[in-house]
């Protein structure tokens, strides 16, 4: 299985950017997949998670209202719409996947067995 996530840049300040992954190998339908970020000296942080069979969603507190996760199932891809970005959200975003099915509250501390390479997110006037 491999990730590949794509549609980082650099964005001001109340932009928005959308986060594509993709992936070879797995079809994402069939599986929770989520979003990480890490900034510069600070700890990797869970962004958001998406289940496969209801569809339900987490979102971190600093995302929830400006970030919507969401399935393209003919393009094999889970992606991640970022609107009003603050420069606080200047992170390299990771997607990731294992083998549940289910996101739960707690879906950031679990052990995920695929990552995607990271793209750089910039947010900067």
């Known amino acids: 299985v491999q990730l590949q996530a794509s549609g980082g840049g650099l964005v001001h300040p109340g932009g928005s950017l959308r986060l594509s992954c993709g992936a070879s190998g797995r079809s994402l339908r069939l599986y929770a997949v989520g979003w990480f970020r890490q900034a510069p000296g600070k700890e990797r942080e869970g962004v958001s998670c998406?289940?496969?069979?209801?569809?339900?969603?987490y979102y971190a507190d600093a995302v929830r209202g400006r970030f919507i996760i969401s399935r393209d199932n003919a393009k094999n891809t889970v992606d991640l719409q970022m609107n009003s970005l603050k420069p606080e959200d200047t992170a390299t975003y990771y997607c990731?996947?294992?083998?549940?099915?289910?996101?739960?509250?707690?879906?950031?501390?679990?052990?995920?067995?695929?990552w995607g390479q990271g793209t750089l997110v910039t947010v900067s006037s």
């Open positions: 998406i289940s496969a069979r209801d569809q339900s969603t």
């Open positions: 990731v996947t294992g083998l549940r099915v289910l996101c739960t509250s707690d879906w950031h501390r679990n052990e995920y067995d695929h």
